[in-house]
């Protein structure tokens, strides 16, 4: 690095007339003179620009969750503790958000299978494509490939979330408080 900065201030100086006077004084052990808009008056930073108030707006993500909130209470399932509970009041629950989140995803994504073969059934793969097939296991040699069907994937049809139009302080809330009067 020494060097390199040698070899540019020796070319610099070499080259310039005013950059070998500044340097010079610096060379024979004086002080570094100040350079020009050090000598001027002290300028004040000029004003931050005024942060303008972004609304805020509630992502897709979220109102996905609230959704299943509002609709299978998974929230309040996923979030609380089953350490006092036995598998059967485990399973009853489960059962009961297992159909509401499915109604959920169905009305807004419509998810049906992405391989309408049965699962376990031979297929031959032509021409992979790793976002529609995932190769797993001993894959060798060129395409075509043919395995057996592990699991069918999944493709949502449509994508067909509300669109949120609530207070920008609420844009985070996955569900309101309930207080009852």
Request: charged letters at 25%; aromatic letters at 6%.
């Amino acid at each position: 690095m020494r060097l390199m900065t040698a070899f540019k201030a020796f070319f610099a100086i070499l080259f310039n007339r005013e950059k070998a006077e500044r340097i010079a004084p610096v060379l024979a052990g004086e002080s570094i003179p100040l350079l020009e808009a050090e000598k001027q008056p002290e300028k004040l930073p000029p004003p931050k620009p005024e942060k303008t108030a972004v609304k805020q707006s509630q992502s897709e993500a979220i109102t996905l969750l609230a959704a299943l909130q509002r609709d299978a209470r998974f929230l309040d399932f996923l979030m609380e503790k089953l350490d006092g509970y036995d598998d059967a009041q485990v399973g009853a629950a489960a059962r009961s958000v297992h159909d509401e989140c499915a109604a959920v995803i169905e009305r807004f994504f419509d998810a049906q299978p992405l391989r309408n073969e049965d699962e376990m059934s031979q297929i031959t793969i032509a021409t992979p494509d790793a976002s529609l097939v995932q190769l797993v296991g001993n894959i060798s040699g060129d395409p075509p490939y043919t395995g057996r069907l592990t699991h069918h994937g999944w493709v949502a049809k449509k994508c067909d979330l509300p669109k949120w139009s609530g207070n920008p302080d609420a844009a985070m809330v996955l569900a309101p408080a309930e207080v009852e009067i």
